[in-house]
């Protein structure tokens, strides 16, 4: 029999768990603010040109989000189907070969172009995975690098593929502007603060509906936390198309910094949002107050839209240093980053999702209980290999072009470094390791060239000097080993969603005094039949538990509306 103080137990242990997660997210915070401090002091320490340094930080995050989309797509393989993919950037290459090709030969059409990448990316995913897809992972990574070195092989060594020189292209959105045309403004006129109160009202209409929808079956705080996952994406839609109205110059008579600056502001404010009104009524009953609290940091965005409107009059029209080409590859780059993550999240708790990962982690269970192995790995594949198809062509926005020593095996394993640091099966840890290892590398790239004495005299004993480049690739060497042997699952574990997660956020369990808590959760942890307790054996179910269960649900309801 469950005793009480057994679940008491369990519930402290998941708190802890619920601690362990927000200091990581805490350090891993800290982590990113220090190299981002370090990044732009060795940026604009080296040289005085402010047009350059502000390029050159926009190049660098233009690469850190399409690595970030790359490794989202290689943890769907790794993480998800539980196959490693060695010649992953084989896939990349395929995708950008074709776009280059298309756009090269047929004239620029973008968006059909975009399409048959995908389209080749999909066919070169199923031709080489479905006849190895029932090979262990051993030697199914034996093929897929041998299969992604024939790729680069043939393009190198093939005329109408450019040969070792690649194929040249000028990215056709930013024909209009020159490379040293400036974003016209930096605050935003009458138009564009109307279309930031616009979308903002609707996004707020929706998620008020959403919650009443949600709060029939959940408890408030669960509600609210599960509003703002789709107000988010809500916004994401509606901020992709201000960028391309404010790029278009529909808002104004240029490009505005401030829009962009806002719409960016807004989205990530209703993200802070969610993940604080998570933290902060995950363990208390969610009052007013927390709420409020929670939901706090939305005021900042709206504030800040007043301003830059005000100062719009106030300061006058204003011309930004920031090159418009430059900062417009980065939007781009960021919002498509933003897509695969958020479809990536998608994949995590849909039943595909969960079917994937049923089958990494004992398939032979799996297939008893009539999944198919085959055909839900392919399917897995196949939204990896789409993302990859989608995210290559502004891969060949950044290069401009394509050339075979672009995609070496180097990168595949780069990736591979990102999703093991930031941690497998977790989209928002692989984000993370993208953003730390490639920031780890341009940052010791920069600081090759910075203006300080003492970096640029530091030397080892014997003389030699310091190669900054060297140092970040062995602390990234460093890393890998200490994550391999002490951290394997990643700063960022794989999310568990099981029991246990459900039953802390149980509407009666967390909105209902008096019913006596522990004996609840230990009656629905028999009536789930997961034990709570490991090793203990399952009890029997009462045959009239669910009719009495729902009996004193129906009077409680019951008995609250009356009181209303």
């Not at 008579?253 to 993200?271: A, E, Q, R, V």
């Not at 695969?340 to 004992?362: C, F, H, Q, W």
């Not at 179910?541 to 009181?563: A, H």
């Amino acid at each position: 029999m469950y005793e009480d103080t057994d679940i008491q137990k369990i519930l402290e242990k998941r708190i802890v768990k619920k601690d362990q997660g927000y200091l990581r997210m805490l350090l891993g915070l800290i982590i990113l603010i220090a190299l981002l401090i370090i990044f732009l002091w060795a940026t604009f320490s080296s040289g005085t040109d402010r047009n350059k340094q502000f390029n050159f930080v926009l190049s660098s995050f233009t690469l850190i989000f399409i690595y970030a989309a790359f490794a989202l797509s290689l943890n769907l393989e790794v993480g998800y189907v539980g196959l490693p993919n060695f010649g992953k950037i084989g896939f990349v290459a395929i995708g950008a070969y074709t776009f280059v090709i298309l756009e090269t030969t047929q004239g620029s059409n973008l968006f059909v172009h975009v399409f048959w990448s995908v389209i080749a990316t999909l066919i070169f995913g199923v031709l080489m995975t479905l006849p190895s897809l029932r090979l262990k992972e051993d030697y199914f990574a034996i093929v897929t690098i041998v299969a992604g070195e024939i790729v680069r092989t043939i393009v190198q060594n093939e005329d109408k593929f450019g040969g070792t020189s690649g194929i040249n292209y000028v990215n056709p959105i930013f024909k209009k502007y020159s490379a040293d045309s400036l974003v016209k403004h930096i605050f935003i006129n009458f138009t564009s603060f109307l279309f930031l109160l616009v979308i903002v009202a609707i996004t707020v209409v929706i998620a008020i509906f959403q919650y009443r929808g949600y709060l029939k079956v959940n408890s408030s705080k669960r509600s609210m936390v599960r509003t703002l996952e789709n107000a988010d994406k809500v916004f994401l839609f509606f901020m992709l198309i201000g960028f391309i109205m404010n790029f278009a110059g529909i808002m104004d008579d240029g490009p505005s910094l401030g829009l962009d600056l806002m719409l960016l502001l807004t989205y990530f404010s209703i993200k802070i949002a969610k993940a604080t009104l998570n933290m902060i009524v995950s363990d208390n009953k969610p009052t007013t107050n927390n709420v409020l609290v929670g939901i706090s940091p939305l005021i900042i965005p709206i504030i800040s839209i007043v301003v830059f409107f005000l100062l719009r009059f106030s300061k006058g029209d204003t011309v930004s240093i920031i090159s418009t080409p430059k900062w417009y590859t980065a939007i781009l780059s960021m919002s498509i980053m933003l897509i695969a993550y958020e479809v990536m999240n998608i994949m995590d708790i849909s039943p595909l999702g969960r079917t994937l990962k049923a089958i990494r982690d004992d398939d032979t269970s799996a297939v008893s209980v009539g999944k198919g192995l085959l055909i839900n790995r392919l399917k897995g594949f196949v939204v990896a290999s789409f993302v990859i198809g989608f995210v290559a062509p502004f891969f060949v926005f950044f290069n401009a072009g394509v050339t075979p020593e672009t995609y070496l095996p180097l990168l595949t394993f780069i990736l591979y470094i990102m999703i093991i640091i930031g941690g497998t099966a977790n989209n928002r840890g692989v984000v993370f390791g993208a953003v730390t290892i490639e920031l780890l590398i341009l940052t010791a790239q920069r600081l090759q060239s910075v203006n300080n004495a003492f970096i640029q005299n530091l030397s080892y004993p014997w003389g030699q000097k310091v190669d900054p480049v060297n140092w970040a690739y062995i602390i990234t060497g460093v890393l890998l080993i200490v994550f391999l042997i002490f951290a394997p699952e990643g700063f960022f574990p794989e999310r568990k969603y099981n029991n246990d997660r459900y039953l802390d956020d149980l509407y009666l369990a967390d909105r209902d005094d008096d019913i006596d808590k522990s004996k609840f959760l230990s009656m629905l942890a028999k009536a789930s039949k997961s034990s709570l307790i490991y090793g203990e054996p399952k009890e029997e179910i009462p045959s009239n538990f669910f009719s009495n269960l729902l009996d004193q649900v129906k009077n409680k309801f019951k008995g609250g509306s009356e009181n209303e």
